[in-house]
């Protein structure tokens, strides 16, 4: 432990000097030893040591799990920042969602400002859960954002009397970069049926108004939307229900629960209809098969885009780049297989990101030619076995006009 806290390795450091660190914590059983390694490593980054310390994240011992996050908290490079957004939100103990909020917001302010991504994380970081006190620090951070979609976050908190002076400051500091004018930025709030949150509901929970599907197949029920189909009215392909309203970046959440033993289902973003209740595009997936809940299919197109834990670019020249952020298995972990789920899809500039109950599950960064920036939403129903799903609490924030 004391030949831990005398190592000074900074980012840098050769891949072998980081392997003997990693060895060395892997051999000690001593708890002063593995905190003093986990600080080490916190002082280095890199993707090796990222993943070193979060096998430690989920010890038993109060003392190392501590260490873990903490270590975590102070990382240097951007590895640790889905996961510090995760931690922010849901960590057990106050301390670390405090801690893990500020090492989020840290490495968010050395990314690029205009980057779609770079906002999708403040998206991500906000709600109605925050205090005061952790809104004032994501708006410090905000405030730099060059990205209108900024201006739409902070919209909800210029009436919030607790942190309105902050939003406020926030708001005229972003409008500034972008050359515009105040009154004009202003003038671009959502009116109409909006929550404190700013979002807008999509469905009045009595009937189906302002979507479109099979009434064979779609109906509402207790103040849910039900997709059920049945072996006497089998599909002969897979149908959908969709809100005729185009959107571009947007914030969408919605809760969804599976009533049958199989299920294949999923939501369907920047898509469009090409023949009636036949919907194409970006569709984030449900299903009852283990692997298939979180991935990023495109129907009617490229298949697969991304599993979960993947971040996926999509470059203009054909290629791709993949990218693990997380275990596939243990994002799994968090998805409830017959109970209520939330499920939420933001999709801002050429990015589109899905978190189930908190939880980043995928990213798909899409540059490629056959990219999409705006679409319909929609509901599936695949064809199959029968099944039943429900949908409820559908929301939908714009993040930029």
């Known amino acids: 432990g004391r030949e831990g806290e005398d190592l000074h390795l900074s980012r840098g450091t050769s891949t072998a000097a980081v392997d003997l660190v990693v060895a060395a914590l892997n ?49 240097p490079d951007p590895d640790a920042l889905d996961l510090l957004v995760s931690l922010s939100r849901h960590a057990p103990e106050s301390a670390h969602r405090t801690v893990t909020l500020r090492g989020a917001v840290r490495l968010l302010r050395t990314m690029d400002p205009s980057c ?41 908190y210029l009436d ?123 569709q984030p997936d449900i299903a009852t098969d283990d692997w298939i809940t979180g991935i990023c299919y495109e129907e009617g197109g490229r298949g697969i885009l991304a599993r979960r834990g993947q971040r996926v670019s999509f470059a203009e020249d054909g290629t791709t780049e993949v990218h693990r952020f997380a275990e596939e298995d243990s994002l799994g972990e968090f998805i409830h297989l017959h109970e209520w789920n939330e499920y939420r899809v933001i999709a801002l500039g050429n990015r589109v990101l899905t978190l189930i109950n908190g939880r980043l599950m995928h990213e798909v960064i899409d540059d490629a030619p056959s990219a999409r920036d705006s679409g319909i939403i929609a509901f599936q129903l695949h064809t199959g076995p029968p099944m039943e799903i429900r949908f409820k609490d559908i929301r939908l924030k714009r993040l930029s006009d």
């Open 27 to 75: 051999s000690v059983s001593d708890n002063e030893a593995i905190t003093s390694f986990l600080r080490v490593l916190s002082g280095i980054g890199g993707h090796t040591a990222f993943e070193a310390v979060v096998r430690y994240l989920h010890h038993d011992d109060a003392r190392i799990h501590d260490g873990a996050v903490r270590s975590l908290a102070d990382w």
């Open 116 to 156: 779609p991504g770079t906002v999708s994380r403040y998206v991500m970081l906000t709600g109605n859960d925050r205090s005061a006190g952790e809104l004032m620090l994501i708006f410090s951070g905000l405030s730099e954002v060059a990205h209108p979609a900024g201006l739409r976050l902070l919209e909800p």
């Open 160 to 282: 919030n009397d607790d942190v309105s002076e902050e939003a406020l400051i926030a708001f005229r500091r972003i409008a500034a970069t972008l050359e515009i004018n105040e009154e004009a930025a202003m003038a671009g709030r959502d009116e109409g049926t909006a929550d404190t949150a700013g979002f807008v509901s999509l469905f009045n929970g009595e009937d189906l108004s302002e979507w479109s599907g099979d009434p064979a197949f779609w109906r509402v029920d207790d103040g849910h939307i039900v997709g059920q189909t049945e072996e006497r009215n089998p599909l002969a392909h897979n149908s959908f229900l969709v809100r005729d309203q185009v959107e571009s970046d947007f914030d969408l959440k919605f809760s969804y629960r599976i009533d049958s033993p199989q299920a294949n289902s999923g939501v369907q973003v920047r898509s469009e209809e090409f023949e009636q209740y036949r919907v194409r595009g970006y």
